[in-house]
Nanobody, 126 residues
């Protein structure tokens, strides 16, 4: 019933851009904070970015700061991750997650989230 679906992944060249989308159904993202995570093969899951439910507080991992931007469109019930200046080390499966009235803080803790998407693949290669 409550579901998150990521889309927008693909293969891009270094320096290129992608915009990932996370569409919610069965609940309203207006009541939820959102986190973006990624996991590369053989590596642990990494918190990438988050945005609060009731304001526009955002945080970013140091590895993506200045290159990625998280945003929401409540009318579309969708959260976005704009990824610019992509690097090969950005290659991973990207997941979005939602937590009821979650407030974004610098440390993006996966245990704070109630719903998870299935992931979308991002590959950055020449």
């Amino acid at each position: 019933q409550s579901q998150l679906v990521e889309s927008g992944g693909g293969l891009v060249q270094p320096g290129g851009s992608l915009r990932l989308s996370c569409a919610a159904s069965g609940f309203s993202l207006a009541d939820a904070g959102i986190g973006w995570f990624r996991q590369a093969p053989g590596k642990e899951r990494e918190g990438v970015s988050c945005i609060s439910s009731t304001d526009d507080t955002t945080h970013y991992a140091d590895s993506v700061k200045g290159r990625f931007t998280i945003s929401r469109d409540n009318a579309e019930n969708t959260v976005f991750l704009q990824m610019n200046s992509l690097k090969p080390e950005d290659t991973a499966t990207y997941f979005c997650a939602a937590g009821n009235y979650y407030h974004c803080s610098e440390y993006i803790w996966p245990g704070a989230f109630d719903y998870w998407g299935q992931g979308t693949q991002v590959a950055v290669s020449s």
